[in-house]
């Protein structure tokens, strides 16, 4: 099983929809989780951190359930510059991140 | 403010030639570095790290070399490339490992 799994999309969505991302991690000892927004051909940046009870930053809500070992993205009223790919990272304690292979989402007008 | 500085933006290379790519760190000291090798479509590759000067973990058996002469240089080398050794090389710090920041890349391409 891979550390950390999502599904690969893509996510076809029209502007102003609401869509939601899921991810798995397998690493019950996993302490801090990430979003990170990759654009095509650019660099991934960091859009948000996971806490245990949930944070929101305007129209991106992110939650984590330990007792399942899944982490999720909500977006809400999608624009067209969501279109991306949304990477969940795991941070496992004294070694590297962890990265999923990405969720690529298209917001279509 | 941190800022993480790569080059070049695009390269490209020969079979058989060498590869050297530089990262710097602005802003901060002690920092972990990292490697990263992403090809076409597909997802992150962690390639080296380092917690401090002269200490290199490899992650991944390979024709690369990772070193970091200073704090807050990391140096990516290899010594005769390979056509499998085309993608976009992402160089990124932490502190600690924790949320990591990327610089905006190299995009190599060996022929």
């Known amino acids: 099983r891979k550390e950390v799994e999502q599904d690969p999309g893509p996510f076809n969505v029209p502007e102003g929809a609401t869509v939601a991302f899921n991810c798995t991690y397998s690493n019950s000892a996993s302490q801090s989780f990430f979003w990170y927004r990759q654009d095509c051909r650019k660099e991934p940046k960091l859009l948000m951190s996971?806490?245990?009870s949930g944070n929101e930053d305007g129209r991106f809500t992110a939650q984590l359930n330990r007792a399942s070992q899944y982490i999720s993205l909500l977006i809400r009223d999608s624009k067209l510059s969501d279109s991306a790919t949304y990477l969940c990272v795991v941070n496992r304690g004294n070694t590297p991140l962890v990265f999923g292979k990405g969720t690529r989402l298209s917001v279509i007008a | 403010s941190q800022t993480i500085h790569q080059w070049p933006a695009t390269l490209v290379q020969p079979v058989g030639s060498p590869l050297s790519l530089e990262c710097t760190v602005e802003g901060t000291s002690n920092p972990n570095l990292y490697w990263y090798r992403q090809a076409a479509g597909r997802g992150l590759q962690l390639l080296f790290y380092?917690?401090?000067?002269?200490?290199i973990s490899s992650e991944v058996p390979q024709n690369l070399s990772a070193s970091r002469p200073q704090d807050r240089q990391f140096i990516l080398s290899s010594k005769k490339l390979l056509l499998s050794d085309s993608g976009f090389y992402l160089c990124?710090?932490?502190?600690?490992?924790?949320?990591?920041?990327f610089g905006p890349g190299t995009r190599l391409t060996v022929l």
């Open positions: 380092s917690v401090g000067i002269g200490q």
């Open positions: 996971v806490y245990s």
């Open positions: 990124a710090w932490s502190p600690g490992h924790n949320e990591q920041f």
